[in-house]
C-alpha cells in the first residue's frame, strides 16, 4: 500500500522519537532553513517539499530505502519488513561486505599500451631508407591505434588534405600490394610519399587529395615500392 509523502515523513519522524522543531533544526544543518510549520505542512499533504528539502529529509532521517519508505514496503525492496534497527544492520553488513573486498565489481582493466615505430614523411624523404633505417620514435599508443598497425607516419605538407593533415600521425599496416583506390605510404624515386594509389592506362599512379597537386606518374624504369596500406 503506497504512502503519501505526509504520512511516511510524520511516522519516519515518530520513529526516530524526533519533534517537528528537532527535524527543522536536522534540515537546517543541511542548508534546508526551513521552520516547524513548514513540517507540519509536509507531514499534513498542506505542502509537499522540493526535490532538493525532499532529498534533504531523507538524509535527515536516514531513510536509505526511498522506494520502500515511500511505497508502505514494495515487495520487491529489499528492506521489506524490517524496522529502523534492522534496516541499520543491513546497511551496515552490507558495508562490511564491501570493506571485505571479496566482492568487489573487478576494476576496469587499462588499456594495454605498445610501442610502435613512428617516421617523418619529410625526414625519409630522398633517404631511401624508410622501415630500414633508424631514422624514427618509439610512440606508445593504446586501443585507439588499429591492432593490426605496425608502424605510423607523421604527414608532411597539404597534398593529402582535407582528409589527412600537416602533422597529422597516420598508423600502417606493413604490406607489399594494394588495391586500386587504396591509400598507402610509398617509396618511389627516393622519396617517401602517403598518396592513393591508381592504375592509369596499365601504369601506376600516385594521386594527391588535394587538386593543387597533380599526379606522380610511375615510370617503369624507376621501382615502386609499397610500404603499406594507410589504417
Same mark, same amino acid.
Given at each position: +500500500?503506497?504512502?503519501?509523502? /505526509?504520512?511516511?515523513?510524520?511516522?519516519?519522524?515518530?520513529?526516530?522519537?524526533?519533534?517537528?522543531?528537532?527535524?527543522?533544526?536536522? #534540515?537546517? +544543518?543541511?542548508?534546508?532553513?526551513?521552520?516547524?510549520?513548514?513540517? @507540519?505542512?509536509?507531514?499534513?499533504?498542506?505542502?509537499?517539499?522540493?526535490?532538493?528539502?525532499?532529498?534533504?529529509?531523507?538524509?535527515?532521517?536516514?531513510?536509505?530505502?526511498?522506494? /520502500?519508505?515511500?511505497?508502505?514496503?514494495?515487495?520487491?525492496?529489499?528492506?521489506?519488513?524490517?524496522?529502523?534497527? /534492522?534496516?541499520?544492520?543491513?546497511?551496515?553488513?552490507?558495508? #562490511?561486505?564491501?570493506?571485505?573486498?571479496?566482492?568487489?565489481?573487478?576494476?576496469?582493466?587499462?588499456?594495454?599500451?605498445? @610501442?610502435?615505430?613512428?617516421?617523418?614523411?619529410?625526414? @625519409?624523404?630522398?633517404?631511401?631508407?624508410?622501415?630500414?633505417?633508424?631514422?624514427?620514435?618509439?610512440?606508445?599508443?593504446?586501443?585507439?591505434?588499429?591492432?593490426?598497425?605496425?608502424?605510423?607516419?607523421?604527414?608532411?605538407?597539404?597534398? +593529402?588534405?582535407?582528409?589527412?593533415?600537416?602533422?597529422?600521425?597516420?598508423?600502417?599496416?606493413?604490406?607489399?600490394?594494394? &588495391?586500386?583506390?587504396?591509400?598507402?605510404?610509398?617509396?618511389?624515386?627516393?622519396?617517401?610519399?602517403?598518396? &592513393? #594509389?591508381?592504375?592509369?592506362?596499365?601504369?601506376?599512379?600516385?594521386? @594527391?587529395?588535394?587538386?593543387?597537386?597533380?599526379?606522380?606518374?610511375?615510370?617503369?624504369?624507376?621501382?615502386?615500392?609499397?610500404?603499406?596500406?594507410?589504417?
Amino acid at each position: +500500500m503506497h504512502k503519501n509523502i /505526509g504520512e511516511a515523513l510524520s511516522s519516519r519522524r515518530k520513529e526516530l522519537a524526533l519533534s517537528q522543531t528537532e527535524l527543522a533544526a536536522r #534540515l537546517g +544543518m543541511l542548508g534546508i532553513g526551513v521552520t516547524n510549520q513548514a513540517v @507540519s505542512k509536509w507531514e499534513n499533504g498542506v505542502t509537499e517539499p522540493g526535490a532538493e528539502q525532499f532529498l534533504a529529509l531523507c538524509a535527515a532521517l536516514d531513510i536509505e530505502d526511498i522506494r /520502500g519508505a515511500f511505497s508502505g514496503g514494495s515487495p520487491e525492496g529489499y528492506f521489506k519488513g524490517l524496522n529502523y534497527e /534492522g534496516r541499520k544492520k543491513a546497511l551496515e553488513y552490507i558495508e #562490511l561486505l564491501r570493506l571485505s573486498g571479496r566482492y568487489a565489481v573487478p576494476a576496469a582493466r587499462e588499456a594495454k599500451l605498445r @610501442s610502435l615505430p613512428l617516421y617523418s614523411l619529410a625526414v @625519409s624523404a630522398g633517404t631511401g631508407q624508410f622501415l630500414d633505417g633508424e631514422d624514427y620514435e618509439m610512440a606508445e599508443v593504446g586501443p585507439e591505434v588499429p591492432a593490426d598497425a605496425n608502424f605510423g607516419v607523421r604527414v608532411a605538407g597539404d597534398s +593529402m588534405e582535407p582528409d589527412f593533415h600537416d602533422g597529422q600521425i597516420v598508423w600502417v599496416r606493413q604490406q607489399r600490394e594494394l &588495391q586500386n583506390g587504396e591509400t598507402g605510404v610509398f617509396l618511389y624515386d627516393g622519396s617517401a610519399y602517403l598518396k &592513393q #594509389l591508381f592504375n592509369g592506362d596499365g601504369r601506376p599512379v600516385l594521386r @594527391s587529395h588535394n587538386p593543387e597537386y597533380g599526379d606522380i606518374q610511375v615510370s617503369p624504369a624507376l621501382p615502386l615500392r609499397i610500404l603499406g596500406k594507410v589504417l
